[in-house]
């Protein structure tokens, strides 16, 4: 059968169905619709394009429950696979001061940092494959990627986590969630949080103290 379709702009049709919609503390908010906000919200305007990131996602609603409950004002915050800067933007919110932002795909780099300039931000995403060329610890690290990734990244991720600092890595399939925290507790972390949604996993884990160092108790 054949059937004749108008023609649509469908690389922006799709926007009709995004709507401003809560998750914990955040609202999202595509930067094309109003929104009034309540006194306890704190707003992220998103215009994700094509990059991954929208909070629709069980993935990145896991995260942003982390960045609520675990990242606090002044802290370093990395934000590996970065994607539309969703994750980025919600530790801003909450008063991180000196984030690191990467991806690999240069359209989610491109999306982030157009995100970023929309909200003032003085942070710029970097298109790399691994945490490797940040030159600091950070208080929490982000990896909302996919299991495979977590596995390629986990040496880097582990050496760019301050002891006592914590990992939220999500992303992660079911059938692979066992592989991703025997890969991370060999590199130093313990277990904080296991939370799911759907079949997806985040693992919220915490570095391990070096001899000497002081407890952050987050």
């Not at 984030?99 to 929309?118: G, L, S």
């Not at 710029?124 to 950070?138: K, L, N």
């Not at 130093?188 to 693992?203: A, D, H, I, P, S």
Request: some cysteine; hydrophobic content about 40%; aromatic content about 8%.
């Amino acid at each position: 059968e054949t059937e004749i379709i108008e023609e649509e702009d469908w690389a922006n049709s799709w926007k009709r169905f995004y709507k401003p919609f809560r998750l914990g503390c955040f609202v999202i908010k595509p930067s094309w619709e109003p929104y009034s906000a309540e006194e306890d919200e704190k707003i992220i305007e998103l215009d994700p394009g094509m990059a991954f990131g929208t909070g629709q996602h069980a993935t990145t609603a896991l995260c942003l429950g982390a960045v609520e409950d675990y990242v606090r004002p002044g802290d370093t915050v990395i934000d590996a696979g970065t994607g539309s800067g969703i994750l980025t933007l919600a530790a801003h919110l909450i008063g991180a001061t000196e984030i690191h932002a990467f991806d690999c795909d240069t359209v989610a780099v491109k999306t982030a940092n157009q995100n970023f300039e929309a909200h003032g931000m003085d942070v710029r995403a970097e298109r790399a494959f691994d945490a490797g060329h940040i030159s600091v610890q950070a208080d929490v690290v982000l990896a909302n990627i996919i299991a495979s990734v977590i596995l390629y990244m986990a040496d880097s991720l582990a050496e760019k986590t301050k002891p006592g600092g914590v990992l939220a890595a999500s992303g992660i399939i079911m059938s692979r969630d066992r592989e991703v925290f025997e890969a991370l507790t060999a590199r130093g972390f313990e277990m904080l949080e296991k939370r799911t949604q759907k079949e997806w996993v985040c693992y919220i884990m915490k570095k391990k103290l070096s001899q000497g160092a002081l407890n952050d108790d987050r």
